[in-house]
């Protein structure tokens, strides 16, 4: 019985050094391991079987514990290094902090390009009290726009409708999106916009613009190419999130699309 007892301590230490050393060499976590827990298996192996083999086991068992808490020190080290780099635990930090804690923060790191020494909260709200007062760029467009109505007749001002009824060209927009998106679901946007004329180029846009807004198609952006994607709906979908895209049309480099595309 007490051979067996001894057998099953032996295979109990030789499996916490197998652990120690995997994590060693493989780099993985090293709290992971509950070094408390191994430390008192240790303290029991050695109260109960005191024969020198068991006795040079359990310090090499020791050492390699040993080891294990360097390492967590390390790991420790490098973490706290890093918190300035890695982003996620930034945005942790910041998504935990109090509003107080974030307003000191700014405080402390912000650094004005205008005369850090001289600016008082007396002037920030005094620029601020000024950017308020500032008209917009254009009092036409003062009043946001919120029905088709309404912009159909700004359009028709700028001389670039047609005497059709929006709606049904929304329609038509959307099934030409449909058709020419095909099993790939999406087509590039200046395919579908670019025509012969400037005018009409700029029509099409504006018609393609209420089938995004309907929630009948989504417009995205490549940032590292630049690429403009159309990807049409069947049906209309409710927008959880309203951003807003501006396209720049040239005269000059519509008519260089339209013809690209014939």
């Known amino acids: 019985m007490s051979h067996e007892r001894k057998m099953m301590s032996r295979e109990e230490l030789e499996k916490i050094i197998a652990l120690c050393e995997s994590i060693e060499k493989r780099g993985l976590d090293p709290f992971s391991v509950n070094v408390k827990e191994l ?22 068992t020791l050492y390699k514990i040993a080891v294990l808490i360097s390492l967590q020190q390390k790991w420790l080290k490098e973490r706290a290094s890093s918190l300035f780099i890695d982003s996620q635990l930034v945005s942790l930090k910041i998504a935990s902090a109090e509003p107080k804690q974030l307003a000191i923060a700014l405080a402390r790191s912000w650094r004005p390009i205008v005369r850090a020494e001289q600016l008082t909260p007396y002037r920030l709200r005094q620029g601020m009290e000024y950017f308020l007062m500032l008209p917009p760029r254009d009092r036409a467009y003062e009043k946001l726009l919120t029905t088709q109505e309404d912009a159909l007749r700004i359009v028709k001002e700028a001389g670039y409708t047609k005497d059709i009824a929006l709606e049904e060209e929304v329609k038509k927009m959307h099934e030409r999106c449909i058709t020419a998106a095909g099993s790939g679901g999406e087509l590039d946007y200046w395919s579908i916009v670019s025509a012969d004329t400037f005018e009409e180029t700029v029509w099409r846009a504006y018609v393609l613009s209420f089938v995004v807004s309907e929630g009948l198609a989504e417009i995205k952006k490549n940032p590292l190419t630049g690429e403009v994607k159309v990807v049409p709906y069947p049906s209309k979908r409710k927008r959880e999130k309203i951003t807003t895209f501006v396209v720049s049309l040239k005269s000059g480099e519509v008519s260089d699309l339209g013809r690209e595309e014939k």
């Open 39 to 60: 430390l008192t298996k240790l303290r029991r192996i050695l109260e109960e079987q005191k024969d020198l083999d068991t006795i040079i086991l359990d310090a090499e």
